[in-house]
Protein backbone atom coordinates (compact mmCIF):
# COMPACT_ATOMS: atom_id res chain seq x y z
CA UNK A 1 0.00 0.00 0.00
CA UNK A 2 1.35 3.55 -1.18
CA UNK A 3 1.45 5.72 1.56
CA UNK A 4 3.26 9.48 1.70
CA UNK A 5 2.56 11.80 4.55
CA UNK A 6 3.53 15.31 4.07
CA UNK A 7 3.71 17.40 7.72
CA UNK A 8 5.23 20.57 9.07
CA UNK A 9 3.70 23.34 7.44
CA UNK A 10 2.97 26.58 8.85
CA UNK A 11 2.61 30.00 8.46
CA UNK A 12 5.87 32.34 8.78
CA UNK A 13 6.77 35.38 8.09
CA UNK A 14 9.18 36.71 4.98
CA UNK A 15 12.65 35.87 5.75
CA UNK A 16 12.02 32.49 8.11
CA UNK A 17 13.15 28.95 7.69
CA UNK A 18 10.75 26.24 8.03
CA UNK A 19 10.93 22.24 7.15
CA UNK A 20 8.86 19.86 5.98
CA UNK A 21 8.95 16.25 6.12
CA UNK A 22 7.54 13.28 4.33
CA UNK A 23 7.02 9.46 5.30
CA UNK A 24 6.98 7.35 2.64
CA UNK A 25 6.10 3.54 1.96
CA UNK A 26 8.95 2.05 1.49
CA UNK A 27 7.65 0.56 -1.82
CA UNK A 28 8.46 3.92 -3.65
CA UNK A 29 11.04 5.47 -1.12
CA UNK A 30 13.66 2.12 -1.77
CA UNK A 31 13.08 2.43 -5.43
CA UNK A 32 12.32 5.54 -6.83
CA UNK A 33 14.56 9.14 -6.45
CA UNK A 34 12.00 11.71 -4.26
CA UNK A 35 10.42 15.24 -5.24
CA UNK A 36 9.55 18.12 -3.57
CA UNK A 37 5.93 19.53 -5.28
CA UNK A 38 3.75 22.77 -4.79
CA UNK A 39 0.99 24.33 -5.66
CA UNK A 40 0.43 27.54 -5.43
CA UNK A 41 -3.75 28.76 -5.51
CA UNK A 42 -4.34 28.94 -9.22
CA UNK A 43 -1.16 27.29 -10.32
CA UNK A 44 -0.15 23.68 -11.80
CA UNK A 45 1.92 21.29 -9.30
CA UNK A 46 5.55 22.13 -9.99
CA UNK A 47 8.38 20.13 -8.83
CA UNK A 48 11.01 22.76 -6.94
CA UNK A 49 13.69 20.00 -5.66
CA UNK A 50 14.54 16.59 -6.19
CA UNK A 51 16.55 14.19 -4.41
CA UNK A 52 18.21 10.90 -5.88
CA UNK A 53 18.85 7.65 -3.52
CA UNK A 54 22.45 8.37 -2.54
CA UNK A 55 21.65 12.11 -2.17
CA UNK A 56 22.45 14.42 -5.15
CA UNK A 57 20.38 16.74 -5.55
CA UNK A 58 18.62 19.09 -8.04
CA UNK A 59 16.46 22.33 -7.51
CA UNK A 60 14.26 24.14 -9.59
CA UNK A 61 15.76 28.15 -10.15
CA UNK A 62 12.81 29.45 -8.25
CA UNK A 63 14.10 28.01 -4.40
CA UNK A 64 17.98 27.20 -6.02
CA UNK A 65 19.99 28.19 -2.56
CA UNK A 66 17.47 28.75 -0.63
CA UNK A 67 15.62 25.26 -0.13
CA UNK A 68 17.64 21.81 0.49
CA UNK A 69 16.31 18.32 0.26
CA UNK A 70 17.64 15.21 2.51
CA UNK A 71 16.62 11.59 2.80
CA UNK A 72 17.06 9.37 5.57
CA UNK A 73 16.75 6.01 3.79
CA UNK A 74 17.01 4.22 7.18
CA UNK A 75 13.62 6.03 8.35
CA UNK A 76 11.88 6.09 4.39
CA UNK A 77 11.67 10.12 5.44
CA UNK A 78 12.18 12.72 2.52
CA UNK A 79 13.06 16.40 4.24
CA UNK A 80 12.88 19.72 2.64
CA UNK A 81 14.59 22.46 4.51
CA UNK A 82 13.45 26.05 3.33
CA UNK A 83 15.31 29.23 4.59
CA UNK A 84 14.98 32.62 3.17
CA UNK A 85 11.38 32.17 2.39
CA UNK A 86 9.02 34.25 0.35
CA UNK A 87 5.78 35.06 0.01
CA UNK A 88 5.49 33.17 -3.66
CA UNK A 89 6.79 30.47 -1.48
CA UNK A 90 3.16 29.92 0.00
CA UNK A 91 1.67 26.78 -1.52
CA UNK A 92 0.84 22.89 -0.56
CA UNK A 93 3.59 21.20 -0.60
CA UNK A 94 3.98 17.45 -1.71
CA UNK A 95 6.56 14.48 -1.64
CA UNK A 96 6.29 12.10 -4.33
CA UNK A 97 8.28 9.47 -6.67
CA UNK A 98 10.40 10.74 -9.55
CA UNK A 99 8.82 10.53 -12.51
CA UNK A 100 5.38 10.98 -11.30
CA UNK A 101 3.26 9.57 -14.07
CA UNK A 102 -0.91 9.52 -14.15
CA UNK A 103 -2.28 7.69 -12.07
CA UNK A 104 0.03 7.54 -9.00
CA UNK A 105 -1.03 8.48 -5.80
CA UNK A 106 -0.92 11.84 -3.60
CA UNK A 107 -0.75 12.42 -0.64
CA UNK A 108 -2.82 15.49 1.24
CA UNK A 109 0.51 17.61 1.56
CA UNK A 110 1.12 20.58 3.77
CA UNK A 111 0.07 23.91 3.61
CA UNK A 112 3.18 26.33 4.02
CA UNK A 113 2.43 30.31 4.41
CA UNK A 114 4.67 32.81 3.87
CA UNK A 115 3.35 36.55 4.88
CA UNK A 116 3.83 39.42 7.39
Known amino acids: QVQLVESGGDLVQPGESLTVSCAAS????????MGWYRQAPGKQRELVAA???????NYADSVKGRFTASRDNAKNTAYLQMNSLKPEDTAVYYCNRIPVVPGNYWGQGTQVTVSS
Open 26 to 33: GSIFNIYA
Open 51 to 57: ITRDGST
